[in-house]
Every structure is written in structure tokens, then in C-alpha cells.
């Protein structure tokens, strides 16, 4: 079921929520995203973090297998996103799904793992 | 058709790019010069992981010189250069002035001095979960995750901020 204020739609990124289940969210963003959209990314972030901890979520699954690139603006949204998991009373784990054809992927990705290895896993498909 | 793998075994050759873009950049151009750059570096170098690392250091360069453009009529100029099997640059060069050139080359020397780049730029990320705007994260990301060395220098009001890796040099 597509949740209709978590999707993004724009130029050249764009962002789309579901709920396979009750108890998890599916975020894939495909694209590049860069300033033009570094804002309203990170207002997106704060608002699928409300969704997860209003439905009591335990996975939010973030698919970047489309995400062509993520500007440093954009990365820090997704530092952000870690900040608010390290919060007490945060349910829910961070399970990001990457392309290694998209090299860069793995250097940030392993970067914002380190920041709360516990809450945020890293696959390859 | 090759591999990745099979293009990396290949060596690289006398090849050597020198590759310039004049433009008055606006906001919508950084994904096709990213894009452009990193095919064009993909087919010079055959990696496509130092293709990767010149696209992001071009978007973040192009990003910084918009965000920080004294006058956004000015064109901006972008230098791809590969130099054979030794070295490949990005540098990026817009209107400026010294009260920004200083602390961007104080910046960058501290930046170069990090004993351990990689657990400086844990201690910026960790920064940046907690920033309201802003992310101090692109100049860092070129060093830490692109592995890229990087420089600056005024000439007149012409900033330049460089780019540079060594071939070969990351497993």
C-alpha cells in the first residue's frame, strides 16, 4: 500500500513509501538527489520516522538500488535520521538495501553504519 | 562484452584527458556534469570505482561554487584532467574573495593534517546528526570517502579548489 505523505515526486528524485506489513515501512528513493531537494528530504526523513514510531515499526527498509546519487546535504538527512534512532523509545531498526554498481554507496553507507551499528544494516541484493 | 573486472585488468595506457567546461552553472546542470565526468573518466581510467570518486568530488566542487557564488553570473569552470596511468583532478574555479579563501584553505589544511581521516570524518558525521543547517560534510566526503587529496589557491578573484588522486592508490 503506497502511503501517500511519504512520497516525493520530483525532476530527477523521487521518493516512495509503502507498508508490505503493519509493522514495517518501505522507503525506495531513486534518482539523484542533490540541494535543490536537500530540504524537503530532510522534512521527509522527520515524517517517516513519525509514521514508524506511530504504527510501532520495528524495520523501515530504505531501497536505494535506484539511487544514482546522494549529495553531502542530502547524506546529512540520513545522519539526522541516525540521530533520531539513537533516541530513547525509537522501536525501530534501519535496514538500507544498496547498489554496488553505484560505488560511492558503499563508502557512505558503511560511514553511517558506524554511527549506530546496532540500528542500521547494510545489504547487497 | 567486458566485465568490470576485465576493463581493470587492462592497463590504462598512454591515455590522457584534459577535459574543460565553462558555464554558468545553475542547480538543474550537476547531475548531467556529475554524469558526464564519471563516463568520461569511466572510459579514460577503466575503474569504475575512481569514475565514482571524480563524479562526487565534480558534485560536491559544483555544489560548494553555487552555494558560495559571489556572483551567479560568473561563469564557472570545471577541469577533468587524467594524466595517463599517474593521476586524475577535478577542479573547480569561481568568482571568490579572500575573506572566503582563507578559511576554506585553513579548512582544507586541517582536513590534510587528520592523522586518521577516516575516524575525523566519523567525528563530522556525528557533527552533522546534530546540525539545523548545513551539512560541513562535502569538502570532507572528497577526502575521507573519495580518498581524494585536496588544494585551493586565489588567483586575482578566481578561486580554484582541486581534487586529485593518484591511480593505483586504494586497493
Known amino acids: 500500500m503506497i502511503i501517500k505523505e511519504l512520497t516525493i515526486q520530483?525532476?530527477?528524485?523521487?521518493?516512495?513509501?509503502?507498508?508490505?506489513?503493519?509493522?514495517?515501512?518501505s522507503i525506495a528513493l531513486e534518482g539523484s538527489a542533490d540541494m535543490r531537494v536537500q530540504s524537503e528530504f530532510a522534512t521527509m526523513i522527520y515524517k517517516i520516522h513519525d509514521e514508524a514510531r506511530r504504527n510501532h515499526v520495528s524495520m523501515v527498509t530504505v531501497n536505494m538500488q535506484?539511487?544514482?546519487?546522494?549529495?553531502?546535504?542530502?547524506?546529512?538527512?540520513?545522519?539526522?535520521?541516525?540521530?533520531?534512532l539513537l533516541e530513547r523509545g525509537t522501536p525501530y531498526k534501519l535496514c538500507i538495501v544498496s547498489n554496488p554498481s553505484y560505488h560511492w554507496q558503499s563508502r557512505s553507507l558503511q560511514a553511517l553504519r558506524l554511527l549506530a551499528p546496532e540500528h542500521v544494516t547494510i545489504e547487497k541484493p | 562484452m567486458e566485465t568490470e573486472e576485465q576493463q581493470r585488468s587492462q592497463p590504462i595506457g598512454s591515455e590522457s584527458v584534459d577535459f574543460r567546461l565553462e558555464v554558468q552553472m545553475r542547480l538543474q546542470y550537476l547531475t548531467s556534469v556529475r554524469r558526464t565526468v564519471g563516463e568520461l573518466a569511466a572510459v579514460v581510467v577503466r575503474d569504475g570505482d575512481l569514475a565514482s570518486r571524480l563524479a562526487l568530488a565534480t558534485h560536491e566542487l559544483l555544489e560548494n561554487a553555487l552555494k558560495y557564488a559571489l556572483d551567479t553570473s560568473a561563469p564557472v569552470t570545471l577541469k577533468l584532467w587524467i594524466e595517463s596511468s599517474h593521476s586524475?583532478?577535478?577542479?573547480?574555479?569561481?568568482?571568490?574573495?579572500?575573506?572566503?579563501?582563507?578559511?576554506?584553505?585553513?579548512?582544507?589544511?586541517?582536513?590534510?593534517?587528520?592523522?586518521?581521516?577516516?575516524?575525523?570524518?566519523?567525528?563530522?558525521?556525528?557533527?552533522?546528526?546534530?546540525?539545523?543547517?548545513?551539512?560541513?560534510?562535502?569538502?570532507?566526503?572528497?577526502?575521507?570517502?573519495?580518498?581524494?587529496?585536496?588544494s585551493c589557491d586565489l588567483c586575482g578573484d578566481m578561486l580554484s579548489v582541486r581534487a586529485e588522486a593518484h591511480l593505483g592508490d586504494r586497493p
Open chain 1, 66 to 84: 535506484k539511487l544514482e546519487f546522494l549529495s553531502s546535504g542530502c547524506f546529512k538527512g540520513l545522519c539526522t535520521w541516525v540521530r533520531l
Open chain 1, 10 to 25: 520530483r525532476d530527477a528524485f523521487s521518493v516512495l513509501g509503502t507498508r508490505p506489513a503493519p509493522n514495517r515501512l
Open chain 2, 88 to 150: 586524475a583532478s577535478v577542479t573547480v574555479s569561481n568568482v571568490s574573495n579572500q575573506s572566503l579563501y582563507l578559511p576554506l584553505a585553513q579548512y582544507l589544511q586541517t582536513l590534510s593534517k587528520a592523522s586518521d581521516p577516516d575516524a575525523m570524518y566519523l567525528q563530522l558525521l556525528e557533527t552533522a546528526m546534530h546540525r539545523v543547517s548545513g551539512s560541513g560534510l562535502g569538502l570532507a566526503r572528497i577526502v575521507a570517502e573519495a580518498e581524494m587529496k585536496l
